[in-house]
């Protein structure tokens, strides 16, 4: 199967080229400069130069494999803009396929809702209601579902974790720079996680689906107080671990803020991806999860 990747030199789309690799995958990633391709192809990728906010350049070929991966953002002020019209110009470019292209859109837990409690969980029939600055992603989502040129898979990441990034990775930093960690969470905060790997496993089983349209929430560990999470971390490196809640700077924009999702307090489950993809999350545990990131 040949996929093309937006975002593959990412912490998320490095670990799905990857995976897609070693499942036999033939993976072209889209390259912005000469070093994202040579970070593509040391990872056994092909890099196809291109650039998000110049969708022209690259959508027809993305069009022209059997998949596309959009694990790519800008994270600048336009972000929403930018994959707007990226995924619009794919939509387009995919009109004269005999079958229809296989997307898969990366969601995010922030999405969804806040949850009541640990007894209140998340679900792909929860509605959404998504923060100011990722609200784009709704619009995006509704548009490629609509008609028949693409087939679109959605899949929705907890708060992603990885060696070198996600909350593990900079509360581990903070702890050996000063003991001190800031976020814009509280310590009853409850967060949905997710080892990078796993999550890339879950792409790679999205993508063997022959009954391609579907929606995934991917959470490997459903919640976990902020407290707590910092008390794994402190115990691992035997040094204690304070927790400063952040508030929005004055004046910042909603539509910019996306910082704001760490102050959501959820509960995501994964039984629906377990259900029917049959994904089964090997770091399902906070002890291991923090033995194998907090380094």
């Known amino acids: 199967m040949d996929v093309f ?11 799905v080229v990857r995976h897609l690799i070693e499942e036999g995958c033939q993976v072209i990633g889209l390259a912005r400069s000469g070093s994202s ?16 906010r110049h969708p022209e350049t690259w959508v027809e070929r ?10 790519g953002a800008t994270f600048s002020d336009d972000m929403g803009k930018v994959d707007r019209i990226a995924m619009l110009e794919l939509k387009k470019a995919a009109r004269h396929r005999r079958q229809p292209l296989k997307i898969i859109y990366t969601g995010g837990i922030w999405l969804f809702p806040q949850t009541s409690d640990s007894d209140d969980f998340l679900s792909e029939k929860t509605p959404f209601a998504p923060l100011p600055a990722f609200r784009f992603m709704t619009e995006t989502i509704k548009t490629l579902s609509a ?23 900079e509360m581990t930093a903070a702890l050996k720079s000063g003991g001190k960690f800031e976020t814009r969470a509280n310590g009853q905060t409850l967060w949905p996680l997710v080892e990078v790997t796993d999550l890339a496993r879950l792409y790679g089983l999205v993508l063997k689906q ?12 459903s919640d ?5 999470l910092a008390a794994h971390i402190s115990a691992r490196h035997g040094k204690h671990l304070d927790i400063i809640t952040q508030q929005a ?4 924009n909603p539509d910019l803020d996306w910082a704001a999702g760490y102050a959501l307090s959820q509960s995501a489950g994964n039984t629906h991806a377990r259900r029917i993809l049959g994904w089964a999350p090997e770091h399902a545990t906070i002890e291991d999860l923090v033995v194998t990131l907090s380094r």
């Open 249 to 252: 700077p004055d004046g910042q």
């Open 5 to 15: 990747v937006t975002g593959g030199t990412g912490g998320i789309g490095s670990a």
């Open 210 to 221: 022959n009954r391609f349209r579907m929606s995934v929430i991917g959470s490997g560990i």
């Open 224 to 228: 976990i107080s902020v407290d707590h």
């Open 62 to 71: 993305a069009a022209a494999c059997d998949a596309v991966v959009h694990t």
């Open 147 to 169: 008609g028949t040129d693409v087939s679109l898979s959605v899949i929705h990441p907890a708060l992603v974790c990885g060696p070198d990034f996600g909350p593990i990775a």
């Open 37 to 52: 391709s040579e970070k593509l192809r040391a990872l056994g990728a092909s890099a196809y130069p291109g650039d998000l």
